[in-house]
């Protein structure tokens, strides 16, 4: 059975940083693209980042770029989003998710809230 | 990376029938065949109902269906179910290599 684990969520302060982690498992996870999405409190999805299966190839939504690094450690099955000079708009449940064009598996997400 | 517009809501009759749009440009939508579609209910992880366009994952009923003319895509589903109610989201790969949603389109079934 796949699955995917998301943790690390919590509440931090306007700048502050955050690190979250997803745990996979009941797949060869080091064959897929995986991706970031998060969902603010009542409102949309919202892309955020993937990586290659290798790590070697990264891409960000605007929003975020020069601020999340995605990275993963595929002998941990495991995938990281470290989240830099965090705002509040950036309070979001964030989910992980299998694959590069369209997401067949995703966790249940981790809440992070940005706030003074 | 404007997101994709979608209408804000759609409603439907049990056993009837309703088509959701999903509105992009060429550089999204009407440039790759890397259509996804989401059914979210509250509280809940995605759900992935279609794929590149309209190719539909095991699991999932054939009354869901998927289609694209030029810039829009759109999501038909025949037969409304009272399960069928949630928040539904359109994807497309865009030219930059990265993603892009829908605003989301809430369902409800009368």
């Known amino acids: 059975e796949v699955q995917l684990v998301e943790s690390g969520g919590g509440l931090v302060q306007p700048g502050g940083s955050l690190r979250l982690s997803c745990v996979a498992s009941g797949f060869t996870f080091k064959s897929y693209w995986m991706t970031w999405v998060r969902q603010a409190p009542g409102k949309g999805l919202e892309w955020v980042a993937n990586i290659k299966e290798d790590g070697s190839e990264k891409y960000y939504v605007d929003s975020v770029k020069g601020r999340f690094t995605m990275s993963r450690d595929n002998a941990k099955n495991s995938l990281y989003l470290q989240m830099n000079s965090l705002r509040v708009e950036d309070t979001a449940v964030y989910y992980c998710?299998?694959?590069?064009?369209?997401?067949?598996?995703w966790g249940q997400g981790t809440l992070v809230t940005v706030s003074s | 990376q404007s997101a994709l517009t979608q209408p804000a809501s759609v409603s439907g009759s049990p056993g009837q029938s309703i088509t959701i749009s999903c509105t992009g440009t060429?550089?999204?939508?009407?440039?790759?065949?890397?259509v996804s579609w989401y059914q979210q209910h509250p509280g809940k992880a995605p759900k992935l109902m279609i794929y590149d366009v309209s190719d539909r994952p095991s699991g999932v009923s054939n009354r869901f269906s998927g289609s694209k003319s030029g810039n829009t895509a759109s999501l038909t589903i025949s037969g409304l179910q009272a399960e069928d109610e949630a928040d539904y989201y359109c994807?497309?790969?865009?030219?930059?290599?990265?993603?892009?949603f829908g605003g989301g389109t809430k369902l409800t079934v009368l």
């Open positions: 994807r497309s790969y865009t030219s930059s290599s990265t993603l892009v």
């Open positions: 998710a299998r694959g590069k064009f369209s997401s067949t598996y």
């Open positions: 060429s550089s999204d939508i009407g440039g790759f065949n890397y």
